[in-house]
């Protein structure tokens, strides 16, 4: 006995372009230098009344949740696994090419983000996710090197992650090679420092 396929209702399909249109309107106005975008300004870019974007919405704290989200997936799938068995230094460097390339496209909602942070559940919890995602990266890419030491892996993670990234990129305004370059040593030196020494 065969199931009969699944047929979208025409309303839930348009709730759903709807909603995708906000979020993404919210995503566009951060990504142009907007860190405080209003619901007036995101409805007017997404097409929708203000009516729509608050019965799909609580309040911007929902909405900032839901680009949370959205920004969390496109990062998985921007993410490209690191083959285990290359050479050390190759991992490093493969590692700090593909932080520094998500951590550019993460920038503008992390900037954002940061902004509301501190008041907002749902953004510590996607904080909380990204920082679980690097911590899997690094067991994975380096699980030999790091093998049981908590210490290690709490400060290879501390330095991959957007704070030390908005530190080299913002704070001192260093150009993305030059902060790439800053986090492969810096990870090189965690991972291997005898040999951080030797150069």
């Avoid at 083959?83 to 992390?110: T, V, W």
């Avoid at 370059?181 to 020494?197: C, K």
């Amino acid at each position: 006995m065969t199931t009969p396929p699944t047929r979208v209702d025409g309303r839930t399909a348009r709730s759903e372009r709807t909603r995708n249109a906000i979020v993404d309107a919210h995503l566009r106005l951060i990504g142009e230098g907007d860190m405080r975008p209003t619901a007036d300004r995101v409805a007017k870019l997404a097409g929708v009344s203000l009516r729509a974007l608050w019965s799909h919405f609580a309040d911007m704290e929902a909405l900032m949740a839901a680009s949370g989200q959205r920004v969390l997936e496109q990062r998985d799938a921007s993410y490209r696994p690191i083959p285990a068995d290359l050479p050390l230094a190759e991992r490093i460097e493969a590692f700090s090419h593909q932080r520094a390339r998500l951590l550019e496209e993460i920038g503008p909602a992390a900037r954002a983000s940061a902004l509301k942070e501190p008041f907002s559940a749902g953004l510590q919890r996607y904080r909380k996710l990204h920082t679980a995602r690097v911590r899997d990266e690094l067991t994975t890419t380096f699980a030999h090197e790091i093998g049981s030491d908590e210490d290690l892996l709490n400060a290879l993670t501390a330095v991959s992650l957007w704070p030390t990234w908005a530190s080299w990129r913002d704070g001192m305004e260093l150009s993305v090679e030059s902060a790439r370059s800053a986090l492969a040593r810096t990870v090189g030196a965690l991972i291997n420092p005898g040999a951080a020494a030797r150069t």
